[in-house]
């Protein structure tokens, strides 16, 4: 039952614990499965009891956030020439990688700053836009932005709801189910959006 109750994973792991979890999540591929904006916000919610400094907490967040976009970034340019070598493998060609430029040039602000708030998407994005040749310049504009909203955006209302709500601690799971779903409809909204313009 813990290992699906953030609130316990929180008290567990501490300050720290909180700022590992959110740079696995936010920029390692293979941490796409931890919880993010539940993190968040029953973290914020925490600080409102007086049981994690609020200032520390999110300057912390949004740090680890933004490093870890330049992580997936790194890794996307790294890994990108290493899948896209040949041009007659199996799965891949080259084509594929010029798409990915050409779509971060295209979308890649959007890109960068929507996923932020969309699970899974928000690991991968960075990914691509390394891999994409997004360049670090604008890369960096848009992941410091988007990272920084992100953290004190989703922290800032689990720490309000926990001073405003009495008992909100009883609805803590749905209320975080609630914003992930709230969040990601701007991304929903793009995609759609594009797939209209894309149909005309």
């Known amino acids: 039952m813990h290992l699906f109750d953030v609130q316990y994973l929180i ?41 994690l400094p609020i200032f520390w907490l999110i300057l912390g967040i949004a740090i680890c956030a933004v490093l870890a976009g330049y992580a997936g970034y790194y890794f996307g ?14 799965f891949f060609r080259k084509k594929y990688l010029n798409e990915a430029h050409a779509f971060f040039e ?8 929507l996923a932020r708030f969309i699970p899974i998407i928000r690991t ?17 504009f848009y992941n410091i932005f988007g990272g920084s909203l992100w953290a004190v955006g ?5 720490y309000y ?13 749905p209320i975080a189910l609630l914003i992930i779903f709230i969040s990601a ?3 929903v909204y793009e995609y759609l959006l594009e797939r209209k313009k894309r149909k005309r």
């Open 185 to 187: 409809l701007p991304g």
């Open 11 to 51: 008290q567990s792991v501490g300050l720290l614990g909180i700022f590992a979890i959110v740079f696995a999540e936010s920029g390692l591929f293979f941490a796409f499965f931890l919880p993010g904006d539940s993190l968040l916000f029953t973290a914020g919610f925490l600080a409102s009891q007086n049981m």
């Open 77 to 90: 340019q790294w890994i990108g020439p290493k899948i896209f070598v040949k041009e007659d493998s199996l």
């Open 106 to 113: 295209k979308y890649g602000n959007k890109a960068v700053v």
């Open 161 to 173: 709801l926990g001073h405003l709500i009495p008992g909100v601690q009883d609805y803590l799971f």
């Open 154 to 158: 989703i922290t800032l209302i689990g």
């Open 124 to 140: 991968f994005t960075p990914i691509l836009a390394g891999v994409g040749r997004m360049t670090f310049a604008n890369f960096s």
